[in-house]
């Protein structure tokens, strides 16, 4: 277990907008500007350097949003260094063994430039500053960490290697149990299955492989694949474990993991529900009391066809397309096809308040089927026109908000939002703090970074625009010497500079004008740079 008794490594609070608490794990402290906290450090033995750090998070964070190694400091013996990356690790629930994060956890390793590194007993501290524009470190609601300022970093030693907790999972899969062993392992001694013995309510469960997840990190992450998912969350699951010479040999010190009997497994999986459906019924993951913040996703399928139907919640997997963020569980649907668009499948997503994203509304929210957006429907009162389409967005008085989707077939589906763009100013030529001077009927490069690809539809309909302005008001001007010959405006996005170019075709008839040009966003935000074409 993890807990005071067993590691004195303790859930540091940072100073400044965290405050100064710390505590021992089993007794976290309540933080009210950061919905979760970090564990930072690493397991190892005196005079092993280590060369990373691990930061355990108490939330299942957005593993599609990766901070850039520069928002890091690490500072070993007075020294600061910038870490060389950053990458998420495991994710999953952490079962009651990690009291201060019963809910999830996930881990992020901080790589440390090469040829820096800290053992047991240096003085070892942590900065995170958010830099404007970069992806933050979000949970599932996609709310962002707060900055971190002189975390201590604790190098640990566990002692002998035991195990730290048993969990099976949705973020995994019903069919894996994790072991987190408190040391990691030699990779040439991994058990077999055969020696690991899993019992769910009392009936045997075959093992058919043993993995062995992040053998980089201090810890072990040891998957065992069963042969049938456990599928009941309130089941009673009990792992074995027999030892043999030479498997399971700790990295750190050599020992070998002795064996153990009937460890008692927290199973803490989400809503997954199945079963056979005939034409006008109804499959649900929802509870009777609605979303919770616990529960905060939920589904129901109505099939217009006959067969046998699922409902399986999950950690979102991949990334989202240009300029979307996903936020909340990916939701897996398996249910017969409707006969035709006229007579549809019916299927209800309901998002409780707490999962969705600062300042979003049922208007805002993207459906997104097998990576692709769902539209709203076009045709006729309960039409799937086009297929699938979004019929109904509503919101509740306490904030949960449902969408209900008519669609032909069912499969993957994830929530989205298009996140604010983050302009980050005119590039040259263009300065936006005084008047661009230029050649009535050259074209202007007009450069700027949205901070990613968001794809080329990033204009409302008649952006970008012009309107004219008294040359009067306006101050000495910039002389542009970079123009371009074109025949007419256009947009395109350079990956390797990120950077947008709009080509600006102006007009001859501007000669002797000044003007405003405006370019209005998708998401509402609004810019503008002068030209004076007097030239």
Same mark, same amino acid.
């Given at each position: 277990m993890l807990g005071a008794s067993v590691i004195s490594i303790a859930p540091l609070v940072s100073p400044g907008p965290l405050g100064s608490t710390s505590a021992a794990l089993g007794g976290a402290p309540e933080i009210e500007t950061l919905g979760f906290q970090p564990l930072v450090g690493e397991f190892t033995v005196a005079g092993t350097p280590v060369d990373h750090i691990v930061v355990i998070w108490?939330?299942?964070?957005?593993? @599609?949003?990766? =901070? #850039?190694? @520069? &928002?890091?400091?690490?500072?070993?013996? !007075?020294? !600061?260094?910038? #870490?060389?990356?950053? $990458?998420?690790?495991?994710?999953?629930?952490?079962?009651? &063994?990690?009291?201060?994060?019963?809910?999830?956890?996930?881990?992020?390793?901080? /790589?440390? =430039?090469?040829?820096?590194?800290? *053992?047991?007993?240096?003085e070892v501290f942590l900065d995170y500053t958010p830099s404007v524009g970069a992806d933050p470190i979000r949970d599932l609601s996609l709310t962002p960490a707060a900055a971190l300022s002189g975390v201590e970093v604790l190098a640990e030693d566990f002692g002998a290697i035991d195990v730290l907790t048993a969990v099976v999972d949705s973020y995994h899969g019903a069919d894996k149990l994790v072991l987190v062993l408190t040391d990691p392992i030699e990779p040439a001694s991994l058990a077999d299955a055969a020696q690991? $013995?899993?019992?769910? /309510?009392?009936v045997p469960r075959t093992v058919t492989s043993v993995t062995d997840l992040h053998p980089e990190v201090g810890l072990a992450f040891i998957e065992?694949?069963?042969?049938?998912?456990?599928?009941d969350p309130a089941s009673a699951v009990e792992v074995s474990y027999t030892s043999a010479p030479d498997t399971m040999v700790s990295r750190h010190r050599g020992d070998s993991l002795g064996s153990f009997s009937e460890w008692s497994v927290v199973?803490?999986?989400? &809503? +997954?529900?199945?079963?056979?459906?005939?034409?006008g019924e109804s499959l649900t993951t929802a509870d009777a009391g609605g979303t919770t913040p616990e529960d905060p996703v939920s589904a129901t399928i109505t099939t217009t066809g006959e067969g046998s139907a699922s409902i399986e919640e999950s950690l979102v997997e991949g990334t989202p397309p240009a300029g979307y963020a996903f936020f909340g569980h990916q939701v897996d649907i398996t249910m017969p096809d409707a006969p035709s668009a006229d007579q549809p499948n019916v299927i209800t997503f309901e998002f409780d308040a707490s999962i969705i994203p600062a300042g979003e509304t049922a208007e805002s929210i993207v459906l997104f089927r097998n990576g692709v957006a769902v539209a709203d429907c076009t045709g006729s009162s309960g039409?799937? /026109? #086009? @297929?699938?389409?979004?019929?109904?967005?509503?919101?509740?008085? *306490?904030?949960?908000?449902?969408?209900?989707?008519?669609?032909?077939?069912?499969?993957?589906?994830?929530?989205?939002?298009? =996140? #604010?763009?983050?302009?980050?100013?005119f590039l040259e030529p263009v300065d936006a703090d005084h008047p661009n001077v230029v050649k009535a009927g050259r074209a202007v490069p007009v450069k700027f970074s949205l901070d990613g690809d968001r794809g080329l539809d990033i204009f409302v309909d008649g952006s970008p625009s012009t309107t004219v302005v008294d040359c009067d008001d306006l101050a000495d001007g910039d002389v542009i010497e970079t123009t371009l010959t074109a025949g007419?405006?256009?947009?395109?996005?350079?990956?390797?500079?990120?950077?947008?170019?709009?080509?600006?075709?102006? *007009?001859? +008839?501007? !000669?002797?004008?000044?003007?405003r040009l405006t370019l209005r966003f998708t998401d509402g935000s609004v810019v503008s740079a002068l030209f004076d074409f007097r030239r």
């Open positions: 108490d939330e299942i964070l957005d593993r @599609s949003s990766v =901070p #850039p190694a @520069s &928002d890091f400091n690490v500072t070993i013996n !007075d020294i !600061d260094h910038v #870490p060389a990356q950053v $990458a998420h690790l495991y994710a999953g629930a952490a079962g009651d &063994d990690f009291a201060f994060a019963a809910d999830g956890v996930s881990f992020m390793r901080i /790589d440390l =430039p090469a040829g820096i590194t800290y *053992e047991i007993g240096d690991f $013995a899993v019992v769910v /309510d009392n065992l694949t069963l042969a049938t998912p456990v599928i199973v803490l999986l989400a &809503d +997954s529900v199945s079963g056979t459906l005939s034409a039409t799937a /026109d #086009p @297929s699938p389409c979004v019929a109904e967005r509503s919101t509740d008085g *306490e904030g949960t908000v449902t969408l209900t989707v008519l669609t032909v077939q069912a499969s993957t589906w994830i929530a989205a939002i298009v =996140p #604010p763009y983050a302009f980050g100013g007419q405006s256009s947009l395109r996005y350079d990956d390797s500079s990120d950077t947008y170019e709009y080509v600006w075709k102006t *007009e001859r +008839s501007w !000669d002797g004008s000044c003007r």
